[in-house]
Every structure is written in C-alpha cells, then in structure tokens.
C-alpha cells in the first residue's frame, strides 16, 4: 500500500435526476481493485445519495442505493458526509443509511463508514488528498 | 507533467467538451504529455464519427481525431457509458449484436479501470464536467 495514492470520490448530486451520481458509484466500485487509499465525500445535494428508504418504483430506474451499503466489503471505510449540506437540506444523520465496515485488525469489529464533517473540514480533507473524482 | 484528462459532458450541449480539448491542446504545446483522455457519461459522445455538425460550426468530433492522431494520444471511451449510449466498435458490435459501428477514428471502447489507472499513472487527473 505504501505507493498507493489517495483517492477521493466527491459527490454532489441527487441521485436521480442524472446519471452522475450511478456512474460516480461504478467508477468507486471498479476502482477498488486498485488497492488505492480510497475515500468519498457526499457534498451540496450529493447528501441526498446515502438517504434511507428511496422507492424508484414510480420512475422506472433502478434503485442502487442499497450498492452503498456494500461499500465495506470493498474496502471502502471513509466516507465523508458535509454537514452544512445536510444541514441546508433539513437532513440529519439519522435520515441515511447506517454504513458500516469490518476492521480485520480488530477481529472484524464493525464500525461506522460515514464521518459527520464540517465544510472547513472537508476543504482540509480534500487537499490532502492525491487524485479527486468529480462527480 | 504526466495528465489525464476526463470529459464528462457531451459535445454541442455543453461547452466541457471544447475546454478539455483546448486544455489538451495548450498542455501539448507547452511540452506535457498527455497519459490519456478519458470519455465518461455523455463524454462518449465525443466518439461517434456520425456527427454532422453544421458547416459554419467546429467539428468536435474530427478535432479530437486529428489531436489523438496528431499527438499519439490514447483516446478512451468508458465501455458502459458507451453501451447505454449507442457507440459501438467493432468489438461491441459483435458482443451485443449490433448492426453496425460508429466510434470515431482515434478512439477506442474500454473499461472504467482505465481512468483508474489513469489516476495512478499520471501526476494530474483533470475533470471537465458540471
């Protein structure tokens, strides 16, 4: 891992009314064979993609928001929720999706994916990073 | 410097895909080179040699070849993007029983690995796109 580079996935669109956000999720998916230091943040109306209980019955698309919750299995660990995005929304933390990754070093211990940060945290977050995807 | 540059956007509906061909143009002249360009959502678009823009206006299509064949550039297609928008080689045309092909000269289809690696290989990732 120690040539990997730190690859971060931004999203910041609502799920449905494009294609961005599905594709920005096969991009992340994909990547992970990569074996990259991979993170995502979710921004402005991209907070919308982790919400619970979409239903796209009515609009003939497939709903992949259940794909979100597979995300530990990819080694995917650090997502990044902006909180003034959800805030401006009139979400919470409780209106998404509970993710979850297993630790292998701490006997598969399961432990929270989605990381609550500020705007001025998120900037810090995405300069540190190596490559950004923006989606 | 090493760059790949990502288009998202498709040609004529949105001024993306100019600016990404200038970037590549302007980097090319100031001695960059260019890893690959990487066509993802209506990005494909930019591939389809059955674009007929009018005369008095740029052919965006041809612009690209001419560059990828001018420069040796590695001109990529996402090959899911691609089949849900109908560009098609000879390799897809094949595969999914299509009656014919439309990718443009310079351009070839492949997998989401490629901007991936795209990503590790070059010492900038450049995404035009909304």
Redesign the interface.
Known sequence: MSDA?K?MYINR?APYGT??AW?SL??VL??A??E?DVSLAFMDDGVYQLTKGQDTSGIGMKNFSPTYSALGDYEVSKIYVEKESLEERGLTLDDLQHLVWEDEDEDYAEKDSIRLVSRAELADVLAGQD????? | MKLTIQVNEGPYQHQSADTAYYFAKAALEKGHEIFRVFFYHDGVNNGTRLTTPPQDDRNIVNRWSELAQEHNIDMVLCVAAAQRRGIVDDGEAERNGKDTTNIAPGFRISGLGQLVEGGIQSDRLIVFGD
């Open positions: 580079k690859f669109k294609i961005y594709e096969e991009v994909i990547g064979a990569f990259q490559v950004l995807f923006n989606f």
